[in-house]
Nanobody, 126 residues
Framework: QVQLAESGGGLVQAGGSLRLSCFMS????????MGWFRQSPGKEREGVSCISATGDIIVDYDSAKGRFTISRDNVKRQLYLQMDSLKPGDTATYYC???????????????????WGQGTQVTVSS
C-alpha cells in the first residue's frame, strides 16, 4: 500500500521561502515520476510541478514558474519543493503523489486509487 508523508510547511511572510519534503513507501520511489499538488479551501486540487523518475524532465505549472523548484533524491526516496518568493495566493495544503508519466511539457495525473497523504499546510501572510 502506497503511503505518502509530506512535511515542511508552515507560516511565512510574503516573499519568504519554504522547502517541502515528501517521503513515499509502498512503491519503488525511483521507478515513478512524482508531482506536487495543492488545494485551497473551496477549490479543487491543482498541479504545481512534476518531475520524471530520473529527474531529467521537470514541468512547472504557471503557479510555480520562476519561484518553485522541484527536485528528488532517489537514494533517500525523497521528493522536494523549494518555494521562494511566496505569495498569499500560495496558501494551501500541499500534497505529493506518484504520477502515471511525465513528458516534456506535460504531467499526467496521480496514479489511480492511491491514498493521499495528509499534506502539509503552507500559509503565507501579507
Amino acid at each position: 500500500q502506497v503511503q505518502l508523508a509530506e512535511s515542511g510547511g508552515g507560516l511565512v511572510q510574503a516573499g519568504g521561502s519554504l522547502r517541502l519534503s515528501c517521503f513515499m513507501s509502498g512503491l519503488t520511489f525511483a521507478d515513478y515520476p512524482m508531482g506536487w499538488f495543492r488545494q485551497s479551501p473551496g477549490k479543487e486540487r491543482e498541479g504545481v510541478s512534476c518531475i520524471s523518475a530520473t529527474g531529467d524532465i521537470i514541468v512547472d505549472y504557471d503557479s510555480a514558474k520562476g519561484r518553485f523548484t522541484i527536485s528528488r533524491d532517489n537514494v533517500k526516496r525523497q521528493l522536494y519543493l523549494q518555494m521562494d518568493s511566496l505569495k498569499p495566493g500560495d496558501t494551501a495544503t500541499y500534497y505529493c503523489a506518484p504520477l502515471g508519466h511525465v513528458t516534456s511539457g506535460f504531467c499526467s495525473g496521480a496514479l489511480p486509487d492511491i491514498n493521499w497523504g495528509q499534506g502539509t499546510q503552507v500559509t503565507v501572510s501579507s
